[in-house]
């Protein structure tokens, strides 16, 4: 057994497909797949089933994928902590992140962080806030962008940015030309429920109003929610990180009263030294004071009178692509 060997089941379980493990490994999938069957052979289990639709790990592969993240983990801070003793900072750092901050807000850290610590290995990690704190906890990530405090779960978190929730309308709709929007407005007509995270927070101010969303279409993708809104098939409510600088026959307005959400960093309380200047960086990059979170943080949508129009390409830079959720 190896630590590549490991690496690449972890590598695996995590994509959930050895295309996509072999990609970020940079590496062939035969090469995956050789060693994953090695691997098997020599422990005398069937670690994954393989199938047209990717692999899944089997109740000995989980069993042996916890222990491979445990010894990969004190592995990497073993790795870290002697660079660290010889005066330099080497090593990988993977970083789950949600698609709002992997769209706007990371791209700037991630190339200052590269630029300043070459040698420190970058993985970043898509995903929804609840698959980012999974990571987080059980060791796949060393730390992560979240939107739910991590309360209880001997993590530490650092503000980043305030997030606002934007109604989207088709561009050419009678709510387009508005200042702002009541959520009380959107609930007349058709709405496209964002699920890849914003679900929650949408439908408790729904409830703080005293409507019920008419949710026709329920969408994880955040260019098909803007397709869809601009081919009128309804409107929505996205925060407004996810969406892209501009979106052809689409018109984000800010709500009223203003509803915004926290995005965090989240790390562990003992985190790995590249972890901690990671941290550093992105506090210092985005003006946000670093404080550890002991209890609930903008858990729910905070409100205020609404002061003008700004667009969903608010915010110093863009990383010019679409987010794959919200």
């Not at 992140?97 to 610590?117: E, Q």
Request: proline share 6%; hydrophobic share 50%; charged share 15%.
């Amino acid at each position: 057994m190896t630590f590549t060997q490991l690496r690449i089941l972890h590598a695996v379980a995590r994509a959930g497909n050895m295309t996509r493990a072999a990609e970020e490994l940079a590496t062939s999938q035969s090469a995956v797949s050789h060693a994953l069957r090695a691997l098997e052979s020599e422990l005398g289990l069937t670690l994954l089933v393989r199938g047209n639709h990717g692999v899944r790990l089997t109740a000995a592969g989980q069993a042996v994928y916890r222990r491979a993240v445990l010894i990969l983990a004190q592995v990497e801070a073993l790795e870290q902590e002697v660079a660290e003793a010889r005066g330099e900072r080497a090593g990988s750092l993977r970083i789950g992140a949600i698609p709002s901050a992997n769209a706007r807000l990371l791209p700037r850290i991630l190339r200052a962080f590269g630029a300043a610590h070459p040698r420190v290995r970058l993985t970043v990690i898509e995903g929804s806030d609840d698959e980012v704190l999974e990571w987080l906890t059980t060791g796949a990530v060393d730390l992560a962008t979240v939107t739910a405090p991590p309360v209880g779960l001997g993590l530490v978190a650092l503000p980043l940015a305030r997030d606002r929730m934007l109604g989207v309308v088709p561009s050419g709709h009678d709510l387009a030309v508005h200042p702002a929007v009541p959520i009380t407005e959107l609930a007349r007509h058709p709405f496209i429920m964002s699920t890849g995270g914003c679900e929650p927070l949408i439908a408790a101010l729904a409830r703080a109003a005293g409507v019920s969303l008419r949710c026709h279409y329920r969408v994880r993708d955040t260019g098909s929610i803007l397709a869809m809104v601009a081919e009128g098939l309804g409107v929505s409510v996205m925060p407004e990180l996810s969406l892209p600088a501009h979106h052809a026959g689409v018109a984000a307005i800010p709500l009223d009263p203003v509803a915004e959400r926290a995005v965090l960093l989240a790390l562990p309380a003992d985190p790995l030294p590249a972890a901690t200047l990671f941290a550093d960086l992105a506090t210092k990059l985005t003006a946000a004071p670093a404080t550890e979170a002991t209890g609930p943080l903008a858990t729910e949508a905070t409100a205020a009178p609404a002061t003008g129009v700004v667009g969903a390409a608010a915010g110093e830079e863009s990383a010019g692509q679409e987010a794959a959720q919200v």
